[in-house]
Every structure is written in structure tokens, then in C-alpha cells.
């Protein structure tokens, strides 16, 4: 029950054409209205800011994700975004409505191609080959939230050369995602590079001491350049949905 | 060499005032010059985006800490922030030129105070009067680099009310730093209200399996609400910049 | 030897028809049979409280549950519960006396349904839909051994309103378990709203650095709210027989 | 705002004494005060349960323990329990009001002497007797609390004996605080022993791989023993907090 | 080259039926025989002592196992174990020489049964139903190196009675394999009641913060008793070894 | 209750003098005073086998332990050994009884100089000078329990030579304690060497990734040679104990 | 942008052929040129130095393995070492260029053998034969780079007498791999013996606290022997590249 | 006992001049002197090539130091280094010999000092100035062996270009030390740059997830640049030492 409502509900008490009985039923009923009203805002926030509804495919079945979709996209949602999605739940899916998967990032996107809404672009970076499929959960997250992205795969520090030969995209970008694993350095050097928030994402890369992401996720958290802060483990999406969050604010 | 030594090195060639081979050898002798240059841009970068240069106090002596602050300074920077300043360092510290010293957040301000720049609002909230010093940390450096900072303390999620009479300012905010030791669940809870970058900052707060911050931290890593990255331990600077860097892009 | 073989012991001594050498020998080669007698009195006591004893089914055998299930119920166990039991082992599971089998919280329940004995109720609250068989689990147990059980299922904290909107459920519990993984602030946040002492769960759910449960392990034990204590990662069955001792407190 | 006062509220617009616009804005302006009012409960819950404010003393300066707990007694608070209470803040402690100050359980009590207001008994036991300091907060919170206490320390595993012979008191007790360091089996035997709930408190004692508590800890969190629960490392208080709202619930 | 054999080298050198030269050279090329000597005393030493060859299955091939078990009966070892060997590789053995294979245990015993040599009984308990297979990979070393062994299984101390009911076992045992998963108590409390050395196996038993062992492992390190040292997770073998090493030490 | 009680009891039920009601009562009041019997048979051990009772100094005043020593001597015991027993503690020990302070391993002894009572030999044996006061630890603990000790120090696997030089204590010796810090290597190289039990003693020697003895104590524990079992981190004391305790074996 | 290219410029420019401005042009808008030269250089380098380029097969698919050997082939690379190759992708590699594949070392080497280019030998030793496929690996490696190889498997510290019969070919060594897993003590004892550099590797062979390498790991950091460093875990190209970056420079 | 002095024993037995019995009691007793005789080659190692004792200060006495150090002068030796010296034992060390104190690196050199012996360079470069102490030990360390050393401090990636400016240095070492803490990039990015060996030495630089130099550690461990070994946290001695073991490789 937000303000609006709220205000016609006491104009009609005022005019009598409800009983206080009755208007305090409908309060009481839902006592968490504001709240209520809050979580109502939170859910309009994402129609207002392109930051629609997503689906966290894991542990869902695939008849689940399939009935939130179609829930999602028949509630007058034009793009559903669903993340860690198996092939198994992609191919379950209704193609009754428009849809896209990627197997390598395991995204699903049902209904309509998202549009590019803001003028800034997100960069994602990555320190190899293997981190590809978090940087394209990032990627297209950040691409059906409405933003430009541009790739740079395979830009590891071993060879700093590949990196700086890329230093004018590193400068032009509004936002960047540096997604490493092993020792994670990529998110220091181009911190070091970059005059524009740095968004680190440690992978589960490596093997032996790479503990599974930890490694790269401690390297990253030291980071001796500032302007980076950093998400879970493999969290692409994490990333992405932040980015887009710190892209659209040039907007404004 | 920046681009005006390179054109005048050019210049000097096109009128044969100096060999091919003697511009050759100049450039090859300083092929990293271009880098420089570079290098000169990211220390301009400082001055053009009001990201002035700010001493790390910790492991500095206080003649060094003197020294640096004072030529910074001298060489034009209006502001000069030093952070981790120990007591000692700033009693030593010659006062021919304004300071201030911040005792809690253990910060140093040598120079002009900093005028508001930008006119989103970072927030800065913490869970418990114990991370405050965190807390003061980062506030004062989103003020030195020219942001309006809302200080929201003690608002831990024990009593959850605290936290939402302040909701109308956590919705205001342009980004919200939020500081909490312990559990770190401060950074969920806000996550969960705010529809702006969340910049979590776990504190050494805590006994036993606190384990210095690492509980808060890994708490904050696992945030179950979107939009929430994560800094170092205690890292109030780097969150302070973070936010700044975040804040001044809404005045693009 | 239990008290009543004591008692004819000590009467055959007092008729003579048991020398005090012979009467003496008896009780010093069984010298531990007084506790012996304390175990008797130790499986009496789940007859007693409602506490029946149960089979922990993991690292047991089709064959070996439901001999031991069987033997229990033919001893005289109104209702026996079988937990962490496979599939496999309830199709095994000989039918010729009532049995359930929950494949969700992978519990068993061989022999009559078990009746509500206590007033007060026990709340199980979820923070996402992937602790809900941990939640089963403890809530399954707690129907069991005869307490009134409300479940409150996905109420994390990354949307606090909803669990806000439960408020007076968690005012009207008398114990209540909170399940959580990934950052485990649930069990913080319902500490600070609750009266009544707060059973928190960590669960596995997550990846990455939630560390299999062990993050959100972590911040439960450092909940900065009163009145909540820990159980192991994923142990549904320990909290659900610890909530249900606490809330037959309130009967005596 | 409470149901009674909206109800009011709706009927002075009914009657035309309040405008539509101004009871808006009465709304409006206090959007969170059916959470305040919560939150007035909880506060009120303190009297009416006898679980007053507790001053945690760590990180307060004497000053501040001092105002605040004047502040609290002064309000009419009966008790004021300050917990981590340095011998400094004793001293500094202005004896105007009564005070007394248990130097190992580093506990500090305000005001009138708490009176014993529940039958039921709770049991702390101690493996040995570097956990006595652990184990005085636990037990003076408790009596603070209103509850009748029995010590039982130095009862260790390696001596079974010892804790055997005091059985009855295990048997006896409503609830049973269980303190321990390096291997901290303590819990698990007297939880095999006790039909009530045990609180397990690990404690930092012990050197090498006691590992400041974490063995302990751990331990605890896996006690074969049903009805155990676990709090943070050396953390009396809270495990004496707990015990006495369990222990209240008899009283129901 | 042992001893025996540099004599008769000698005395043949002595004699001149052998030159200085070919002598010489016969050393030379056996630069370490004398500590291929101290060798050859240490596989003497399997045959003196009854700590003959152990063939560790893990990581070798069922034909590997096969080879090296029938060249060490036929090079006149009586009785060959084999630890670690899986199923597959029993079937594989090549049955014509005695073969006893235990599927619990993963251990296979290649030869002649083993007799009982010393008087001395090895306890072998554990804490639950869980840890036999590690329970009988050291009863089964103990009494192929020639020990009487005496099994008691399931006496974890959740039901301190169960052990207690035993202590005459306890009393009178040489050497005593404490075995337990999860909290590890066990060892703890037969290290208070036996006056004989204990060796404690964590094992892997158990799920969450049981840590794969690791918390058992830590547990028992920081046992409160004296007496008690502590082998590799798991490592049913070793202490086995261990114990019949310390058992053979009575005989002497 | 010991078995004379016990006895008369019963005599009292056959000549009447007590009821069998009497009787009952009065066993079931103490059912575990068998068990209090068994105590008492527990603190005979120590004078019966020569281990007699230990002072642990750290944690206790200088007070304390001066009383508890009297008090044992007084009480007959001959020779109290005290551990982690203070510089300060020992100038304050009364000296009216004798007293030997050993400052390296902060062990004192009071009483009367132990004799040697068991013929086999225990070598006590460190990687480096630093493990040293460690080894005193248990090296005298070894020798007030009545054992020959022979010191081996500084004899590392860095220069596995100083070592192998004395392979004829190594193998003379009937128990070995091996203690170092750092990589903990020298219990695998002895363990290699040996035909008795080694105790391996992990100190907190080192620095760095030596992780305060952490290192050592896993090293140890997965040595490759058989026989080897490992104590606490720096626990000198615990290896003197059980050295001692297996060494008497031989004696029987 | 190399030094010719640089140098034709300029004399482009000193001929009038280019204006000043365009030759700025030219060098702004390829600022890294030189930086991609050193690249040039990079890649050149394995060429000159024997170092050719790598495949890292983990993470590629048949294919890709396939494709690049052929391309890096093609391109006039005599050897391409691909490492971590699975037994798939050597199945599917077309074998139109020489190709061995080593199961063990899961290494595939496409192209001519390679020749011994340097006269010093590289020692590959390994603890167990556990650890011979992470040796192959290394070993391997050395020799596609040029270098002479002694494999010494199965030397482990346990039975000291087998490394030390090897002691001539430690002297005599240019570089040694040492590789172990469980306690990792190899490193030290060889280190101990030889002169030259160590390279240390851990392997994740053992169980329990072998922690999957970390405890060999930290073994081999904490080394007694000055002269050893070490590598990832069960990183065997790593340490046979340094080795022959090491033993190269005794020819020079 | 050496071929030549076993010639010599043969000899005489030949000539009958030693009974058998003599000479193998001979041989029986110093069964060792084949390795003792190595263990002097081992001690003439040092002197040979330039490798002289090294004093380890840490945990040892001024008058310890003194002693050795003047011993070792004494003994022949023309340079003394010792690591880890405190300040209070370089003012206790007597005079009378030729002495230098440095006190960032703790190091205390005492004799001559040493002269150039290698042409190769050891580049030593740091991340930030506070590693500076742990470099001097690694420079001083190199440079008392007889190296020429290069420093190159404060050149951490966060400012790639401070790095890059010094390619040249990069590329001319024949060994780098590479010093860091916090995320510990240093070493890949100059690994990538360099052809040449490179020693990673974490330091204990940072705070909170710097977790004392382990975060660099596991950095420097999962490199992804070839020829990166590593060794202890703040280890500057030991890759000083190693280092200067591979410079001279290639004067041989």
C-alpha cells in the first residue's frame, strides 16, 4: 500500500464511504503495507532501472525455472535473465516464448533482445582462456541489463604486453570487471591502469595451491591499487549486475 | 617523453638538427618513455579528478610522512590526506602548513579543506560503535576527495528496526559503505534495501571465531543481495575512494 | 543390574539364601552394572520424554535399518525415525508396519504418527529454497517427538521485509531454528527480533567462498544478537531434538 | 504506531478532527513506527522479562561504561550487568550507586542484587580451571538474571570420575552451561549424561593446536551427543544469556 | 654387504683368494653397503621382530601387488599384509599361495596365518559403528605382527556407560587404538581411565565441521590426558604397527 | 564405596541391622562411588607405577603452585615435578622443602632427586639449538619418572651426517622422542632409522609459513616411516610422560 | 612498432616525406608499439633460447590442442610440449607430424625429438613412486628443452640408506628436482647433500592431513637446507622449465 | 674412512700386518666415516665456493654470536655473515675484529669484505618500500657471496609503469629476486618480463587478508608466468642464497 493508496484510503473514510472498521481491517491486513510497499517499490525498481527479475538457476529444477520464466516474462517482464542454468533445464524449457542460451556462461535469457540503454562501457577482462565462462555470466548480465560491454579475453600479466596493448580500451571504459584465477593479478595491474571503479572476480582456476579461487580472491583483496573491491568466487553475475549498477549512474 | 618531447624531438629532425640515428638512439634509451608519459597522465590524473596523492602512514616515519606531505604540497596539491597516521606522526608534524589530525580515524589532512564537489551522497553506515574508527576512515576520505558523506553508526542488525528508521536514507544514498565486524550482516541487510552500489567493509571487531575479520569478511562475500562488492579488513580508505570514484561518475 | 535386581539381591542376602562372600562377588564383577542400570535408565529415559531413540542412517545398510528399525518397533517404540536415510534404503524398508518416507529431508518415520504433546510451537525459517531439506529435517524431528512445528520457508534477509512481515509468528515461537547458508545473517536478524532462544543452522548452500557452510558457520557463532546458539553444518536433526528439549521446558 | 493509536487516528479523520493531509503526513512521517513500536517492545521486553540492558564492555572507555550505566540505573533499571569490564573501569567506576566487581569473570553489577526468580537450576561446568574466568561470566550473568546457579568446575574428561560423581547435579539441572578448552570433550559426555539442554562454550585455553579455541569449537559442533548447542569462543555471557531464557520457559 | 659378509671378504682377502684390488673394487661399487648393510639389518628386522614387509596397495596396480606379495612369500616371508587393497586387485591375486582377503579393511594377508607372540593384549575401540573399517585395518596389522587384539566397537562417549562397563578391558590392555571420528573424545576419555599408553586415529567420519578428520585429528592432540599421541587420519596401519612396536617391548 | 563398604553393607542386610530398603537407598544415593573407588585407584596409579602426580604451572599463581607442591610432598610424595613453571614462580617457591629450577625448560622439581629405575634408554633427540628448551621439557620429565635419557641435540636433516653419526644411539635407544620445528623432517629420518617408537614433538620453532609449529606437526603426522606418533605442538612434557610410560614396559 | 620501423620514420620524417604531425600521430595512436616489440622479442625469445612455446592442455578441448600444435609446428616450432593432455586428446591428434605421448606424464610431444644442448645433468628425484607421474612431467620437460636427465625414483627419507647410495649422482647434479608428497621431507635431506639449486615440488599424494599436497608444501617452504625453493603443487613442468632456464647458464 | 684408506686396510690385511678381526671391528666401528668423510667434503663445501657458515641470529645470545662469529674468523674464515641479528648483539659484538652493523636487514657481517667474484647480475626488486628490509637481507646476503647486485625498490604493479621503466635491468639480470607482499604480483608480471630465473620471496607487508605474507605466498605459488620459484615469507636470506647458487652456474 504506498502513499498514493494510502491518502484515497483516508479520503474515503473522511467522506464516509468506509467505515473506520473496515479501513483499519485493511490496514491491519496488511500491517507491512509500508513495507510491504517498500518491497513493492523494490519490485517496480527493477522496471524503473532495467534491473529486472533473475532467476539463480542452481538447485532449481527445470519445470521450476521454466514456470518462474513464463511467470516473469506473461507478468509483463520483457527480458528474464536466468544464470547457472544446465543444458538439461535449457532444453526442458517451452520455446513458446523467445529464447536464448549460452551454454559456456549457462545463461538463459527468455523474452525480448535487451536493448543498450546507457552510453558508458563496462570492460570485462580476464586472465586466461579458462575464465572465459565467468566473464561471459558477466558479459551478458551486464548486456541484458542495458550496457555496452567490451571484451578482452586472455590478457594475463605473464605477458603484460597483451594487457597494455589494450590500455586505451582500459582508459575509455566507465566500468571494469578483471576476472582472474591462479594468482589473480590482473585485478592490480589494471587497477593500476584504470581511473574507474575495478570490479574483481576470482575464478576457480588453477589447481594445487590455487585453492579453488581463494588464491586469486586473497591477491585481489590486497590489491595494492585502490579503486577495486571484489565479489565471491566465480560470481559473474555478481559482478555484472554491479557493474551495470555503477554504469548507469554517468546517466543520471 | 611525453607527447610535446616527442614532437619537438620530431620538429628537430624534420629540420635536420638532429640525426635519425641520434633521435633513434633517444628513443631507444627511454623506450619506456611513452610509459612515462603514461605515468605523468596517472599523476595528473590526481589533480584533473580531485584523486589528489595520499600517503599510506603505516611504516613511514614521521620525518617521512612530514617530508612527503610537505613537498606534495609545496608542489601544488591543495590536499594532501595521510592515512594510518600514528599520534606521534602528526605531534611531529611541522604545522607551517594547515593540518588536522583525526585521531580515531587515525588520519592526517595537510593543506585547504576540500570543497564539495559532487551532489550524491555517500552514506556510511556501521553495525556497532566499535567500527567506527573504520568508518571515520573512510567518511573523511569521501570528504577529502569532495563528497557529501551521511554518517549512519551503530545500526547492526541485532535490533533491525535501528537500521530501518533509516531507510529513507539508505534510499537516497548514491553509494553506502557499510562497515560491520562480527557476523557482517549489516552488508546483506542494506544490500537487500538499497538500489545503489553497496561497498562492504568487514572490521577486525570481534573475539574468537571473529578471526580478525575474516568471518565479516567471508560473511560480506556471501551476501545473499546483489550489488555488494567487498575491500580488506578495516580498509575504510579504500572504500572511501571506491565510493568517491562511484559518485563522481553521477556528474558526468 | 538395575534397581530391582538390586532389590532381590539385597533380599536373598537378608533371608540368607545368598551368602554376604557370593552377594559381594556378584556385585564386584559387575562392578559397572550400577551404570549399566544408568543406561537402562538412559533408554527409559526417551520413553519417557518423548525422546524415542532414533537411527542415524548414514553409513548404514538397507538391511541394517530395517532390522534395527523393525527390532525397535517391535520393542515397544511407538514411532522410531530414521534420518539421513537414502532411497534406496526406505524402498527396502520391509512395510509390514506404517511407514513415511520424506525424500526431501531423507527421513523415515516407522510406526504410528506421532502425536502434538506440547503447547508451544517451534518456527523453522529458510533463508532461500535450497535450505529447505535441512529445514524438513528439523522440522520433521520436531513433529516426532510431539511439538507444533510452523515452517517459514525463503525469508532471507536480502529482502528483510518479507521476514518482517512474519514478525508475529517469531513473537509467538517458543523456540525457533534459523537455516541459513551462504552468509547465515538470517539467524542475526530473527536473534534480534525473537524473545525466545534461536537455534541457528548453518547450511551448505552456496559455492565459492561459502566454503561448504563453513562461512555461514562463522557468522551464526558470531551473530551479534543474544539468545542464538549453533549446531553443526546441515544437522536438521540436531536442532529439531535440541528445540524440541527446550520447548518441553515450557510444560513442566 | 500501534493498532490502537491508528484506530484512533482513522476515527479523529472520520470525524473530521484531523485533515486527510495531516494524518497522511502523521503516516508518512513515521513510516517505521509499527517497527518502532516493535522496537519499543524490545525494549520493553528487558523489564518485562527480567533480561535488563547489558553493557558490553570491551572497546568503552570508563567514561562511557560509567555514564551509561548511571544513565540505565538512573532510568530505573534495577540491574545493570557490564560484561569485558576492565579492573581500569572498576576503579574509575563512581560508587554513588552500588556496585560490585568480580575481577576474574571481568563483570561489573550496578545496582540492587538480582533475586532468584525461577525454580529451575542451571549447571556450569568447567574442564579445568583456566576455564573459571569463562565460566564466572556465564554463571554471574546468569544469576543476574534471576537464576540459581550450580558450579561445577575442574570436572575435565581426563578424570571421568570426577564429573561422574556429580551426576546428580547433571541429572538435576534445568540447563547446563558446558565450558572448555583444548579438546573440549566436556560437552559431549555431559551431554550423553543430561536429559536438558547443554550449552557448549569452547574456551581459549590450551596452547599448540588448541589453536585459540577453534579445536575446542569444533569439538563441540560435533558432539555425538544430541542437545548440544555452541557459542563463540569464550563467550559466557552470551551462553549465561541463553541458559536463563531457557531456563525461564520452565516457569511458563 | 653385512657383517658375515665383509668377513668372509676379509678372510678371503686374508687367504688370497680374492686380490686387495678385486676387493677394493667389490666395495667400491658398494660405496654404501655398509649402510645397504644397516639395509639389510632393517629388512632383517621385519623377520626378528615380526615387522615384516607391508605391501601399501594405494596407487599400485593389482598386478603390481600381485608380483611384489608372491616374490616376497617366495623370497621366504611367511606372512605378507597388504593395506589399502582394494577389491579389485583381491580378485586379481593369483591364489596359489594362501590368501585371506578383508573387504572391511582393505587388507589382504598373502602366506601363513600369523601366531600370537607376545602376551600382551592390544584394546582396539572406537567411537562408533562408523570407524571399524579403520578399526580393523589396525587390529588386523596388530595381530598379523603376532598380537592378541581386543575389539570394542560403538563405546563413543555420548554413552560414557557403554566404556565405562568396559574399564576391566581398558585396565588390562598393553597398548590401546583409540578410535573416533567427529569430536574425537574418545580418546580423551580412555586416556583418563588406562594407565598404558593410547594411540588415537581420527577418522574421516562424520560431515560438516568434522572437516574430513581434521577435527578429531585436533581434538585428539590437545587431549587433557596424559599418554595419548596421535597417527595420520585414518591411518588404521600405523597404528597397528605402533602398537605391536610397543607391545613387542613387554616381551623383552 | 569401595568393596570393604560394601562388604559391611551387606553383612548389616543379613544380620538385619539395615533394611534391604536401607540398603537400597544408601547404593542408589551413590551409584557411583564404585566409580569414586576407581578415582581413588586412579591417584594410587601415579605412587604405583611412578608417575607421579604433575603440576601444570601455566595459568596457576606463584601461590598456588607453591601450596599444591607442599601439599603433595607433604603428602608423601616424593618428588613433585611442576611444568611451565615461570622464572618468577620458582624465586618465589619456598625452599624449606628441595628445589631445582631448570630455566630453559621452565620446569621445576621439588623433592627429592628421582632415581633410575628402568634399564632401557630414551633418546631425546632435536633438529636444531632452538628446539632445545622443548627437549629439556621432556627430557627431564623422562628422567624424574625414573628413566636414563640420552640427549642428542642439533643433529637437523639439513646435514643429515651429524645425525647418521649416530645411528648406534638410534639404535640402542627403546623409545625416541623426536622433536623440531620448521619442516619437522627429523622425525621421518629417524622414524627411518629406528626399530623402537618415536614420539615426535612439533615446536613453534620457525617463522613464516612455519605457521607457529603447524608445519612441523603435519609433517610429522604424515611421516613416511612407520612407528612414528606425534603430541602437541612444543608438549615436551607429554612425550617425557608416555616415553616413560612405554619405556617401563620393558621392565615388566 | 620496432626499431626499424621507428628508425624508417624518422627518416621519413628528415626526408619531408611525413609531417611532424603525422608522424606524432603515427606514435600516439600505437603508444605500446614498443611495448608490443618487446612482445615480438617475447615470443622470439623461445626460439633463441630453446624455450619454444607450450601448450597447457587442461581446459582445451581435442581441438584446440590440435590446432595450435599444428599451427606452432607450421610455423617452424621444431618440439611443442603440450602438458596436461589428456589420453583423448593424444587419441584424436592427427598424427600427420611425429607425436609420442607420455600416459604417465599425461604429456603429447608433436615434432622432432629434441637434442641434449647443454652438458650439466638435471637430478629428478622423487620420495615415492606415488609421485613418479608429476616427475615424468618434469623430467620430460627438461629434456624437450635440451637438457640431460637422471631420474632417481623411490628414494623417500623412510629408508635414508637408499637416497644416500645415490649420493654421487646428487654431487654431481647441475639443478635438482626434488618431488615428494606426505611430509615432503626429500627437499630438505637432499638439500642438505647437494650444491647446486633445488627446485622443490610437492605432490598431492597421501591422505588426510596430507591436505592434498599443502602439508608437503609447507614442508618444503620451511626447509632447513639453505639452496631449495619451491613450486605449485604437483607442478612438474614448472620446475623442469626452471630447471633448464638454471642449468642453461653453465653454458654460457 | 675413504677408498684409499680402505685400500690401505685391505693391504695390510693382505700382508697379514692386521687380523680380520681387527679390521672388521675397524670397519664396524665407523660405519660412518664413508658419510662423516662427505660431511667434511660438506664443511670444505663452503670454503670452496664461497658458500662460507652463516650465523643465523635469531634465538641465540649476543654472546652466542660473538662467539661463533669469532670462531669461525678465527677458524679461517674471511667473512662471517650473520641473519636475524639484533641490534642489542651487534652493540655486544666485540670489536677487535673487522665488523659492519646493518640494521634494516639485521644483518651483521663481520672480517673482510667480500670481493666480486661472479660477472653475472642478481636484480633484487620490491613491491613497496616497507619490503625493503627483507630485500637488504637478499642484496647483502647476495653480495657477501660475491655477486654484483642490482636494487630496484618500490616498483609494484599498481604502477606498472615504475616497472616497465626498468625493462632494461629486467632483461639483464641472471637472477631476480622478486619481493612483495600484500597480493604478491610483483612476480608474475616480472616473471612475464624476464628470462631468467626469478626467486619470489613474499614478505609480511599488509594487513587484515595479507594474512602475514600467506596471500603473497599462495600469489607467488600459482604464477602464471614459467621460471617463478618461491620460498619462505620474509625469507630474504634464503633466495640471497639461492640466487647467488645460480649466478655462479654461469662462470663455471
Not at 464516509?16 to 481491517?25: K, M, Q, R, T, Y
Request: aromatic share 6%; glycine share 12%.
Amino acid at each position: 500500500m504506498d502513499q498514493i493508496e494510502i491518502k484515497k484510503l483516508l479520503e474515503n473514510v473522511a467522506k464516509g464511504e468506509i467505515s473506520v472498521e473496515d479501513a483499519l481491517f485493511k490496514m491491519k491486513m496488511q500491517p507491512f503495507e509500508e513495507i510491504e510497499g517498500m518491497a513493492v517499490l523494490d519490485s517496480h525498481r527493477g522496471v524503473r532501472q532495467g534491473m529486472s527479475e533473475v532467476i539463480y538457476g542452481a538447485g532449481k529444477t527445470p519445470e521450476q525455472i521454466d514456470t518462474i520464466a513464463h511467470a516473469l516474462y506473461g507478468g509483463g517482464q520483457k527480458t528474464v535473465l536466468i544464470t547457472r542454468m544446465s543444458r538439461e533445464a535449457a532444453d526442458y524449457f517451452h520455446k513458446d516464448i523467445p529464447f536464448t542460451y549460452h551454454p559456456d556462461a549457462r545463461i538463459g535469457i527468455a523474452g525480448e533482445k535487451s536493448e543498450v540503454k546507457y552510453s558508458g562501457t563496462i570492460l570485462v577482462a580476464t586472465g586466461g582462456t579458462s575464465d572465459i565462462p565467468v566473464a561471459e555470466e558477466a558479459a551478458i548480465t551486464a548486456e541484458v541489463f542495458g550496457n555496452k560491454v567490451k571484451r578482452l579475453y586472455d590478457v594475463g600479466v605473464a605477458g603484460i604486453h597483451r594487457l597494455l596493448s589494450h590500455s586505451e580500451d582500459i582508459m575509455n571504459a566507465n566500468v571494469i570487471i578483471a576476472i582472474a584465477g591462479m594468482e589473480g593479478a590482473l585485478a592490480s595491474v589494471i587497477g593500476g591502469l584504470a581511473d574507474c571503479p575495478v570490479i574483481a572476480v576470482p575464478t576457480s582456476v588453477g589447481y594445487g595451491t590455487a585453492l579453488g579461487g581463494v588464491t586469486a580472491l586473497l591477491s585481489m583483496l590486497n590489491s595494492c591499487a585502490s579503486g577495486v573491491s571484489v565479489v565471491n568466487i566465480d560470481n559473474g553475475f555478481g559482478a555484472g549486475y554491479l557493474a551495470s549498477m555503477i554504469n548507469r549512474m554517468g546517466e543520471k
